[in-house]
């Protein structure tokens, strides 16, 4: 069974742009959440949605924003980029909501210049 | 602030030798679960101990939760080289819905 994906594995941009993470979770899965892993921060939540539906939302600007598709899919938005948003995007899914295990694929590297 | 913070932040320690790490949180939960975390990578799920358990096992790993302390510890036994990793605790507060804290992590260095 495969796991989590992500894509891409590394994105490069510039101060100002926009990126798109996308991420694929494990089959039967209907909950997606997204962290940020920055240096010497650990991570940090950023959203949770289930069923297509934003459930949760972390400490972070509005510009962070994501959407999940109708086959739980799901794609984070960061627009107006920073410097400070330079991390690793590390995407989780679980079988179901109310203290499942979260599992999780190997991330995006997000590279702001 | 963080609800899970771990400690110690840094251990190193010979092949064989037990490894003890330790979680202390703030507020209740439903449950803590260890996560392991190779250079950079994605996490990988080690165990989930719920607040009405004391003590789990999976294989080398050894898991207690102390409620009224507020801290749990994890316990790798026979520590091997490939033990060498980040490993986190991460919280599920009561009522939070899902949404799980993480500490900032442990780094484990395991010498052979």
């Known amino acids: 069974e495969a796991g989590v994906t992500q894509s891409p594995t590394h994105l490069i941009k510039t101060r100002g742009q926009q990126a798109t993470l996308r991420c694929s979770p494990i089959?039967?899965?209907?909950?997606v959440y997204w962290y940020q892993q920055a240096l010497g921060l650990g991570l940090q939540f950023l959203l949770w949605?289930?069923?297509?539906?934003?459930?949760n939302r972390g400490n972070f600007p509005p510009r962070f924003s994501g959407r999940q598709f109708p086959n739980y899919s799901s794609e984070l938005n960061v627009n107006a980029l920073e410097l400070e948003d330079s991390a690793l995007y590390l995407c989780?899914?679980?079988?179901?909501?109310?203290?499942?295990?979260?599992?999780f694929g190997p991330g995006t590297r997000l590279l702001v210049l | 602030s963080q609800q899970g913070e771990e400690d110690p932040q840094a251990l190193s320690i010979q092949e064989g030798e037990n490894a003890t790490m330790n979680c202390s949180y703030k507020?209740?939960?439903?449950?803590l679960q260890w996560y392991r975390q190779n250079s950079g990578r994605g996490l990988v799920h080690l165990i989930l101990?719920?607040?009405?358990?004391r003590e789990k096992h999976s294989g080398r790993l050894r898991v207690t939760l102390d409620t009224s302390k507020k801290s749990s510890s994890l316990l790798i036994t026979a520590s091997r080289a490939a033990d060498t990793a980040s490993y986190f605790c991460?919280?599920?507060?009561?009522?939070?819905?899902?949404?799980?804290?993480f500490g900032k992590g442990i780094t484990l260095s395991v010498r052979p």
């Open positions: 101990i719920r607040s009405n358990e």
């Open positions: 089959s039967g899965h209907t909950s």
């Open positions: 991460a919280t599920e507060r009561s009522g939070a819905n899902s949404k799980l804290t």
């Open positions: 989780a899914s679980s079988l179901d909501t109310g203290g499942e295990t979260q599992y």
């Open positions: 949605y289930d069923e297509g539906e934003e459930r």
């Open positions: 507020t209740s939960i439903n449950n």
